[in-house]
């Protein structure tokens, strides 16, 4: 899958900025690439950028309100007229809350910037996960698909060793039992082999009636489907 096919699937989507999404974060934590770090301290910079602007515009906009009640407060009632310390004081409140809309104007054209320039590091950042998450997928898919396999085969040769070592205890039993009866205890000792072979048969038989109860628990559980099925009918 090609870049192209990314940006057509991202096409019109509104897509959340991602180094504030926890979920995002933990896709990364064998590590990103250096171009990944490169988008997201961009990313993460602007976010703060805003952050200060929107900050730096609401205590503005608080000094600008205070510099207007003081103007209002200096203002004469009536027919009066103001005294030069009060023209002094209303003028300098003036100068400042022009300096202040300045700051603003820098302000607000600043704020209608950055969104744009957030939607446009996002959207690189999303692309590049896009590309990650989807050449672990075909990794991730040909690993399982490869284990998948090797425990497919694993389990024919376990069973096919489960059987033979089945074979093998059953001929050491008969072989035992064999040189037992035929020439004693005392000549079975120079062969050095210790063999409890009343075990080892109790041992078979608990496992083939285990093996016989979980085949007549198959049976009860497959006939009792076809009943609910109506196949048994």
């Not at 603003?104 to 998450?133: F, G, H, S, V």
């Not at 399982?144 to 093998?168: D, F, T, Y």
Request: hydrophobic share 35%; aromatic share 4%; glycine share 4%.
């Amino acid at each position: 899958m090609a870049k192209d096919d990314f940006e057509k699937a991202l096409k019109s989507k509104k897509v959340p900025v991602l180094t504030l999404d926890n979920k995002w974060h933990k896709l990364f934590n064998d590590g990103s690439s250096a171009e990944v770090r490169q988008h997201e301290e961009a990313l993460n910079a602007l976010l703060k950028e805003q952050a200060r602007i929107n900050e730096e515009m609401k205590a503005l906009r608080k000094i600008k309100q205070t510099l207007m009640d003081e103007i209002v407060e200096n203002m004469p009632d009536g027919e009066g007229s103001m005294s030069k310390a009060q023209e002094k004081k209303v003028s300098e409140s003036r100068r400042l809350i022009d300096e202040a809309n300045e700051k603003m104007k820098d302000i607000e054209d600043r704020l209608l910037d950055i969104p744009k320039q957030i939607d446009e590091e996002n959207y690189a950042l999303m692309l590049l996960t896009m590309e990650k998450c989807y050449d672990e997928l075909l990794d991730n898919t040909e690993d399982i698909e490869n284990i998948g396999a090797w425990i497919k085969k694993m389990r024919v040769e376990l069973k096919k060793n489960i059987l033979k070592k089945q074979q093998m205890e059953v001929r050491n039993v008969e072989l035992y039992s064999y040189m037992h009866d035929i020439f004693g205890p005392d000549v079975i000792g120079i062969f050095d082999i210790k063999y409890d072979v009343e075990k080892k048969k109790q041992e078979m038989i608990a496992a083939a009636e285990a093996r016989a109860e979980e085949r007549r628990k198959q049976e009860m559980k497959e006939t009792a489907i076809k009943n609910m099925t109506g196949e048994g009918k």
